[in-house]
């Protein structure tokens, strides 16, 4: 069964950068897609990011400026950078496997992690 | 961007009652349309992919349906523990996007 874990700071300060962890166990990141998804309190999902096992990445336009997706396949993290924060980036961050091919769904995901933004 | 519009927002649904959810696409996204249930302080979970294929483990109520620019998940003999917001979510062509989920309550 594979498991995502997310890890990272909680609070991180305006203007600084956001950085998250997913650590993969039952799978090995050397294969499939892996991505980014975060969610807003209250409010639904959006995609940041993927990343293939080829150091390959997809960026959301709206993010691309200031996002690093990377891969680590020795510790079988991935990673999540945002940069310049502000408080609308506070959401829960979820790290997700894209099932198979780059089209097919999310079918495992972190338990997510809350960051706020504030100082 | 692909634009995935979901209706109706909230639903109030009795259980065994038979719900209906669509998902209408701003252009076609073939088949490459997922649906996920949220449960609160949970992260989503797949229930259906391309379309009409569900997804391991899932119970047999829950099907998908539809392609092009028109879909739409259907609960079989709602239970209680079906209660949770339901997305869309299209992989055609990226950015990635999600609708904007509807809301299922149990009366």
């Known amino acids: 069964q594979v498991q995502l874990q997310e890890s990272g700071p909680g609070l991180v300060k305006p203007s600084e950068t956001l950085s998250l962890t997913c650590t993969v166990s039952g799978g090995s990141v050397s294969s499939y897609y892996w991505s980014w998804i975060r969610q807003p309190p209250g409010k639904g999902l959006e995609w940041i990011g993927y990343i293939y096992n080829t150091g390959t990445t997809n960026y959301n336009p709206s993010l691309k400026s200031r996002v690093t997706i990377s891969l680590d396949t020795s510790k079988n993290q991935f990673s999540l950078k945002l940069s310049s924060v502000t408080a609308a980036d506070t959401a829960v961050y979820y790290c997700?496997?894209?099932?198979?091919?780059?089209?097919?769904?999310?079918?495992?995901w972190g338990q997510g992690t809350l960051v706020t933004v504030s100082s | 961007e692909i634009v995935l519009t979901q209706s109706p927002d909230f639903q109030s649904v009795t259980p065994k009652e038979k719900v209906t959810i669509t998902c209408r696409a701003s252009q076609s996204v073939g088949s490459n349309l997922h649906w996920y249930q949220q449960k609160p302080d949970q992260s989503p979970k797949l229930l259906i992919k391309y379309a009409s294929q569900s997804f391991s483990g899932v119970p047999s109520r829950f099907s998908g349906s539809g392609s092009g620019t028109d879909f739409a998940l259907t609960i079989n003999s709602l239970e209680a523990e079906d209660a949770a917001t339901y997305y869309c979510?299209?992989?055609?062509?990226?950015?990635?996007?999600f609708g904007g989920g509807t809301k299922v309550e149990i009366k």
């Open positions: 979510h299209q992989s055609s062509s990226l950015p990635l996007t």
């Open positions: 997700a496997r894209v099932g198979g091919s780059s089209t097919t769904g999310f079918d495992y």
